[in-house]
């Protein structure tokens, strides 16, 4: 297996623009999990999917951020319109069940300017 | 959402000493996992710890997890340069929140 599989890996994109990271999960794996990561408020989940379902959506920064799970083996993450401070690292990560191993996609490099 | 600090934020020690990271929560945790990131990578599983009290080792690393549930450590033996990097404990409950984590630089 190729492990969790994030794209784009980086993206530039101008401030009010749309943006759209994609995930692909492990096969098999029930749960997938969507991170932010800077270095002001470290490692934060962001929503939680477990059986393609929205389980916590609570770490939502707001409503111009989006996550979809239309089937168990994809997911994106959406941010319209982007600002400058959604700049940071977006992790994707699944595991086979809750309470089991969290395995990180390579993760994608946001920068909003 | 639900809180676990890290402690310290940052580390920096000379190759040979041992370093500790200590992780806690308010709150009782289901079970802790611990993470390593290198710099400019990706969180890669370490362990996971679920009953009171428990200890396991890997090499030079030890994680222990406290008796009340609410808190772990993770102890590094004789650290290495390959050490380096963020330490990240996380509480596996219902969701997957992780500490504020702990940077460890090792200096040669």
């Known amino acids: 297996d190729a492990g969790v599989i994030q794209s784009p890996r980086h993206e530039v994109t101008e401030m009010g623009q749309e943006v759209t990271l994609r995930c692909k999960p492990i096969?098999?794996?029930?749960?997938l999990f969507w991170y932010r990561q800077t270095m002001m408020r470290g490692l934060e989940l962001l929503i939680y999917f477990n059986n393609n379902v929205p389980i916590d959506d609570s770490g939502m920064p707001e409503d111009r951020f989006s996550a979809k799970m239309p089937n168990a083996s994809f997911s994106t993450l959406k941010i319209q319109p982007s600002e400058p401070r959604d700049s940071a690292v977006y992790f994707c990560a699944s595991s086979l069940k809750q309470n089991t191993e969290a395995f990180f996609g390579q993760g994608t490099r946001l920068t909003v300017v | 959402g639900q809180q676990v600090m890290q402690i310290p934020q940052y580390q920096h020690v000379q190759e040979g000493e041992d370093f500790t990271t200590y992780c806690n929560s308010s709150?009782?945790?289901?079970?802790i996992q611990w993470y390593k990131q290198r710099p400019g990578g990706h969180p890669v599983f370490l362990i996971q710890?679920?009953?009171?009290?428990e200890v396991k080792k890997q090499k030079r690393l030890t994680f222990q997890f406290g008796e009340a549930k609410k808190n772990s450590s993770l102890h590094i033996t004789a650290t290495q340069t390959t050490d380096v990097g963020t330490y990240f404990c996380g509480d596996t409950g219902n969701q997957f929140y992780f500490g504020t984590g702990t940077s460890l630089t090792v200096i040669p």
């Open positions: 096969s098999g794996h029930n749960s």
């Open positions: 709150t009782t945790l289901s079970n």
């Open positions: 710890l679920v009953k009171s009290g």
